[in-house]
DNA sequence: AGAAATAAATTAACAGTGTTATTTTATTTT
DNA sequence: AAAATAAAATAACACTGTTAATTTATTTCT
């Protein structure tokens, strides 16, 4: 009994570490050129050791990216509670989760802009959507309070989030490309949107 | 001398016979798993002929994005030429940014979304400014006929950049989400941004 | 015309990939 | 201490993009 449970605590501990090294390892190096092999050079176990702990090397960036993304959701969560004001809640939540995106852009490449890996589309959608439901949460409050030109809250909370997903989208993955200030960029998409929606 | 140009010509032939074969194979089954080996069974030569043609894989990818997106900026720029209002110039080169993007997504999905391979993101990134390049000027357009909130041109163009981007990207790689009807969400897309930027 | 030069294409090979089956080593249970 | 089980490692497979060396075809020159 005992026994029983010091061994799963070391198998969730090895399974951790391999989340840890490949988590750095993939913002580090990109995805796609870290190897099995790297990953268990680090940990000290060969590379068939990680197939212990995980299907397939898919299967390790999903689980970085569940871990990641309920945190989104939670941050996303908290700040709906610091606001009444149902537009200054949506403000809030959409720079939220453009900065989200961009303190962490290769869990959001992997869930929202290139999910490539068609059989773990479904796990990885579901933890992009859990951030999109409270969206779509605030947009309802809006629309309750008349704030908003349609009343098609579905409507208007993808119209949302394409905007904000195509600015995050674009400043992560095209580095070299001349934008304007950071800030001021995302500021303005944000405040067009909102202005763009309002009665 | 005419041997010479015989020759040419079917080099030329056979390069764009390669690139023909390669971009049905990277729209029917993705640029990743379409293996150099492929193609070259299917244009009847050995897989290192290609490299005579291409320098490696992503040339070949980068060839066939240059010839798509001189069509896009050749769309855009007729479209441009067809109305008078600059609003509705706007709005029309936005609709045909989004559809190519759809009609195209492996492509686009190269140019805008993911492009990988670094070395070859200044041939990519410049393909895809032309196009916003003409949007820019439409923009300016626009300003200076007094429609626009901000005299910031560059600011104005790339928010809109962004939020026809984002949702070109997301109706492309996310086919299992329940979008609501695509040219419902992009007309929706499009307005919002419009009455968020006019004074 | 044939010989020399050049171009085009192929074969062989390398170092790397993700992954599976098999075998060895370590740990737990009887 | 023996048997059973779990953990880890080795060997191997089928693939990848790509380079170097070699063969085959075509063009040029005498």
Redesign the pocket.
Known sequence: ????N???S??DN?RQEIMDVARELFVAEGF?????????DRI????????????????ILAQICRQTFERLTENINAIYNLSDNPLEKLRSGMREYVYFGLKNPSQYELVFIAPLPLEFEPDGINNGTAAFDTLRRVVGECAAAGLLKSADVELTSQTLWAGIHGVTALLIQHEGFPFVDREKLIGSVIETLIAGIRT
Chains 1, 2 share one sequence.
């Open positions: 009994m005992v026994g029983r010091r061994l799963q070391d198998k090895l796609r050129s870290v190897s099995m092999r790297k990953i268990a000290g176990y060969s590379a068939t050791t990680i197939y212990l702990y995980f299907k397939d090397k898919n299967d």
